[in-house]
């Protein structure tokens, strides 16, 4: 064993405590996938959804209790609500926008509205006390139509499981049109087909724009008892028995005999690239009818990747981290279909590529994840943060630089920085192995070089800072492009590249022309290099048309993680260092200053957003350990 692997495995053995006595249940078992699921604070809500979905799954197959979602309860369920309208197939976790909400399935009973395109029409009211979710199986009882239905899935399919009550009609709705808010993002649906091709069988698609622009999302069904007939309906005209109806506004009925009390089970396989893929991913994931195989085969899944943490405590702390490493397995998502075939980046649904023996991923939410989540993936799912990088630089070769925001394949552009630098250059230095190290250092380098929203390098480089008056968001921008460099050095002297070594080392510092030394702030400037004033270290600031992002003055001013004994020098030493962030931990905002985005609040420490999570750690740099863990 050389010197890296016993210095890897002692770093591991000491975050990774196993304990033959300290936990007798499962992993699995402490997971509440609930816990994020409703508001707790100032109306802000986890964003969670409770629903079935396999570890990194391209499925997540859970309960909507609202529809045109907008800018709250972004996963499409909330704890605080008492109807469902359906189950959907695709949702995100803990994001701060919607998306997605992909093919919504609702079983119902008797007559209903059938030109109706109002999913609330068709809704159920719903019971915590017959509702349960665990990882991989959530399951409800709909109350006004007596249907108990249980949801399972694999990475790439679904599996539904509906009990019908006996003596009623049983029927399926299938909805095309369900989304979040049309109009915001400029959501719309631009075509959807639904095919009945046999007895048996569904199969279709939407191409629809959103947060995520330009994708289609593809699926093929199969029940396990033939259809008896069908309804389809494009904005409330009814087509009766047809066999293939395309529109921007699609549902259909589907009635089925369940008169033998027999479940009525129906599994579905998606895909981004085609029908055929869609097929083919069902075929291979899901062979047969044995809805409780599948679920095992989910849990199981879910127990090897979380058992590879035993922790001691308290069982309300074991479900917390239990949890939280679940909901940190979510995603990034699988992209690619089991052929390996994937849609590319670049807003062209025509170009499918292939993966080259591995999984092809997107949703990298690289502003909010680079900071701990990436790292955790390099200790703990090696060969697939392996993947993850691989899937980046194949952005890098479409579009010219990483992802800044990835979803379903597609740069959204939200947020700031390139923090796909730091994830790329920790997987090299960590001597992850499967990298192409010159193509990733290609990569990382002409990302920060390539001028893309929100990342005017030709500016970055005249000014050496970003102006307010030319790049909204300029301080949180100047400090965190500043950091990104310093990441793009790091792998240049790996690789010996001594002259962009100190070129994005110098890059580095330039956070220093944004520290005001009076007022002991970083501030923005315009591009006269004149402070912008008046200037309030409170004042928070939103995703654009404001210098910090998510946050004030006071939350960005620790953001030198580069070269934090800089920054103790900038502010004075180690005792004014340390006093600033006592005052910091302390410090009351202004009425109403207060960011929707934030929570969580100690001071001026968000413990609910970003920017403030590596604080509390800084008194380790300014000789008071103690206050780190007080």
Not at 403 to 414: A, E, F, K, M, S
Request: proline share 4%; aromatic share 14%.
């Amino acid at each position: 064993m050389n010197v890296k692997t016993k210095i890897t495995v002692s770093v591991v053995s000491v975050l990774l405590v196993f304990s033959a006595n300290g936990q007798s249940r499962k992993a699995i078992d402490y997971v509440n996938p609930f816990i994020g699921t409703g508001a707790v604070e100032s109306g802000l809500s986890g964003n969670n959804y409770p629903g079935a979905t396999s570890p990194f799954g391209m499925v997540q197959l859970s309960p909507d209790t609202r529809t045109e979602i907008d800018w709250d309860r972004n996963a499409g369920y909330d704890y605080n609500d008492n109807s469902i309208v359906g189950f959907s197939h695709t949702h995100l976790s803990g994001t701060g926008l919607a998306d997605f909400f992909d093919i919504l399935f609702m079983p119902v009973v008797g007559k209903i509205d059938e030109s109706s395109t109002d999913p609330t029409r068709f809704q159920s009211r719903f019971s915590h006390q017959q509702e349960h979710a665990s990882p991989g199986y959530y399951q409800v009882k709909l109350l006004d139509y007596d249907i108990n239905a249980e949801l399972t899935a694999t990475t790439r399919a679904g599996f539904h499981r509906y009990v019908y009550p006996a003596g009623k009609q049983a029927r399926l709705i299938i909805n095309l049109n369900h989304s979040r808010k049309k109009g915001s993002w400029d959501t719309q649906i631009i075509n959807s087909q639904l095919r009945q091709v046999d007895a048996y069988t569904i199969e279709g698609y939407r191409a629809i724009t959103g947060w995520a622009r330009l994708r289609k999302v593809y699926f093929y069904v199969r029940f396990s008892k033939p259809v008896l007939r069908n309804i389809m309906t494009d904005g409330g005209i009814i087509y009766r028995e047809s066999k293939v109806l395309n529109g921007r506004n699609l549902k259909g009925v589907f009635d089925f005999d369940t008169a033998d009390n027999e479940p009525l089970l129906a599994k579905i396989g998606i895909s981004a690239t085609s029908i055929d893929h869609a097929k083919q991913n069902l075929d291979q994931e899901i062979k047969g009818w044995d809805f409780d195989e599948v679920k095992l085969a989910a849990q199981n899944q879910w127990e090897k990747e979380l058992e590879k943490i035993r922790v001691e405590g308290t069982e309300n702390q074991k479900e917390i981290f239990y949890t939280a490493l679940y909901h940190a397995f979510i995603q990034p998502n699988t992209m690619s279909d089991v052929s390996g075939d994937y849609m590319t980046a670049g807003f062209n649904n025509s170009n499918v590529a292939h993966s080259g023996g591995g999984v092809h991923y997107s949703l990298f939410s690289l502003w909010d994840t680079y900071r701990a989540v990436h790292p955790l993936y390099t200790l703990l799912q090696p060969e697939r943060d392996v993947d993850f990088i691989k899937s980046m630089i194949r952005q890098y070769d479409t579009e010219g630089y990483l992802p800044v925001w990835q979803l379903w394949g597609q740069d959204n552009y939200c947020m700031i920085g390139n923090h796909a630098i730091p994830v790329v250059v920790d997987a090299v230095l960590k001597g992850l192995p499967g990298i192409d190290v010159p193509k990733a250092y290609e990569a990382v380098k002409n990302s920060s070089l390539t001028s893309h929203l929100n990342s005017p390098f030709e500016v970055w480089e005249k000014y050496k800072y970003m102006p307010e008056n030319i790049q909204s968001q300029s301080v949180s921008l100047t400090l965190e492009m500043a950091f990104d460099d310093w990441c793009v050095a790091q792998l240049a002297l790996k690789l010996g590249k001594q002259a962009d070594y100190e070129r994005f080392t110098a890059r580095s510092k330039y956070y220093r022309n944004l520290f005001n030394a009076q007022t002991k702030f970083f501030q923005p400037k315009n591009d006269r290099g004149e402070w912008i004033e008046p200037f309030d270290p409170l004042k928070y600031g939103s995703n654009g048309g404001h210098p910090f992002t998510e946050g004030n003055a006071w939350q960005y001013f620790w953001y030198v993680p580069q070269d934090v004994n800089d920054l103790i020098r900038l502010t004075g030493g180690e005792e004014a260092f340390s006093g600033k962030l006592d005052q910091f931990f302390s410090l009351k905002s202004n009425d109403g200053e207060v960011n929707s985005n934030a929570s969580g609040f100690i001071g001026q420490y968000a413990h609910g957003n970003e920017p403030s999570h590596h604080v509390a750690y800084l008194y380790n740099y300014a000789g008071q350990p103690w206050k780190t863990q007080f």
